[in-house]
């Protein structure tokens, strides 16, 4: 692309010093052309020349290829040159053109090119100026070396102007995506967090009131006396009304159960949380499967834990470390960050969220949480979820599953 067409990449600042640079050789040729004329030391052969030198050079903002092919604009560009290189040698008035012409050259060409163009150039002034009343004299030479110098800082100044600038606007697309990026994960993980804790409202409150409900009528159905029919036919509704609306209840639980768990394992599900986290994943033992409230119980506190060591603790490593025993299956979290104090926490009674949230979770299904952490030497999250207090969970729920069916 010429100089005629600014480059898609320029601001507006420099598009305008572009035009403003080529208004000074259009400007500066009509003058010399009306002095010339006025003076009447400009002689036809040289008028036309002018002519074509300013035809030629206008060229270059209206013709296709040599705004948008630089082979053009080179072959463009050179015509320019002679042209008002054979003007300066006629009349050496006509030298003061040199100066757009060098911003134009550091604009077309490469740096190293672009410099020797510009000494060619300063070259070509001095050897016309040679030619002047006087001869070659100390002005004739510093005045086109220092205007060529001035040309050379100036357009090496715009450069570095428009580095800074494509720069400090590269920062500001990044900001605005990752600004984008960070609302939408923002976004979802509120709604994770949001469809979590109603599976675990429901389950905590509606599906265990419906399921005692359930055990219960059962229950005085088989103690009512002999002719209480009516009674029974009462007591076997309200079963079976509660029992539909479990079903609903835990309808809902399992819609709202987290993604990670719904086509993985737990342990696939915790290698690919700990591996977008950039912590280390160790499975020890065989993994058998687990209740559904359990898993998503552990992952969870997994989630929250990677988010701390994060945030809080500025880790450098994280590693996590899922274990299957025989009576127990437990979950490590640990991490080198800074560590802090934990009997300096608030009170469970205090807190909703975080450690006391993870510990509350953990003491509903019968498991323990424990952390151990000190200023400067990293903390580690300890679970531990006992076989029984699972097992117990699950007979519950065949026991609720019997009352159904019968």
């Known amino acids: 692309m010429t100089a005629t067409e600014p480059h898609p990449g320029e601001t507006p600042a420099l598009r305008l010093m572009n035009l403003a640079l080529h208004g000074l050789f259009v400007a500066l040729l009509v003058v010399l052309l009306a002095r010339g004329l006025a003076v009447g030391n400009l002689g036809p052969g040289a008028l036309l020349t002018a002519m074509v030198l300013a035809a030629v050079y206008l060229s270059g903002g209206a013709v296709e290829a040599v705004r948008t092919d630089r082979r053009w604009a080179g072959v463009w560009f050179g015509v320019v040159l002679l042209l008002w290189i054979v003007l300066t040698l006629q009349h050496p008035e006509?030298?003061?053109l040199a100066f757009p012409l060098y911003f134009v050259c550091l604009h077309l060409m490469p740096v190293r090119w672009a410099v020797l163009?510009?000494?060619?150039?300063?070259?070509?002034?001095?050897?016309?100026?040679?030619g002047t009343d006087g001869g070659l004299t100390t002005a004739k030479v510093l005045g086109p070396v220092a205007g060529a110098v001035v040309a050379l800082l100036t357009a090496y100044g715009y450069a570095a102007l428009y580095r800074e600038s494509r720069e400090k606007q590269r920062l500001i697309d990044d900001l605005v995506r990752t600004r984008g990026e960070l609302a939408a994960t923002q976004r979802e993980a509120g709604r994770l967090a949001e469809r979590q804790r109603l599976a675990r409202e429901i389950h905590d409150t509606l599906a265990q009131g419906l399921s005692s409900i359930v055990l219960l009528a059962r229950s005085a159905e088989s103690a009512l006396p002999e002719g209480a029919e009516a009674a029974r036919e009462r007591i076997a509704e309200v079963g079976a009304t509660a029992s539909a609306n479990l079903a609903e209840a835990r309808r809902f639980v399992q819609a709202l159960t987290p993604p990670a768990l719904d086509d993985a394992t737990l342990c696939e599900a915790l290698r690919r949380l700990t591996a977008g986290q950039g912590a280390a994943f160790h499975l020890d033992g065989e993994p058998y499967p687990l209740p559904v409230e359990a898993e998503v119980a552990l992952l969870r506190l997994t989630q929250e834990a990677l988010a701390n060591a994060v945030r809080h603790a500025r880790a450098r490593a994280v590693a996590v470390t899922l274990t299957y025993l025989d009576d127990e299956v437990t979950l490590d979290v640990f991490d080198d960050g800074v560590g802090f104090d934990p009997q300096a926490l608030p009170e469970a009674g205090r807190a909703r969220f975080g450690l006391h949230g993870m510990r509350e979770r953990i003491a509903a299904l019968g498991g323990s949480l424990t952390?151990?952490?000190?200023?400067?030497?990293?903390?580690?999250?300890?679970?531990?979820?006992?076989?029984?207090?699972?097992?117990?969970?699950?007979t519950v729920m065949r026991d609720v599953a019997r009352a159904e069916a019968s």
Not at 372 to 385: C, F, K, N, Q, R
Request: glycine share 10%.
């Open 94 to 96: 006509f030298c003061y």
């Open 371 to 394: 952390v151990e952490s000190a200023p400067g030497e990293g903390t580690v999250v300890a679970v531990s979820l006992p076989l029984r207090a699972i097992e117990t969970a699950e």
């Open 117 to 130: 163009s510009v000494a060619g150039l300063t070259g070509v002034v001095i050897a016309a100026q040679a």
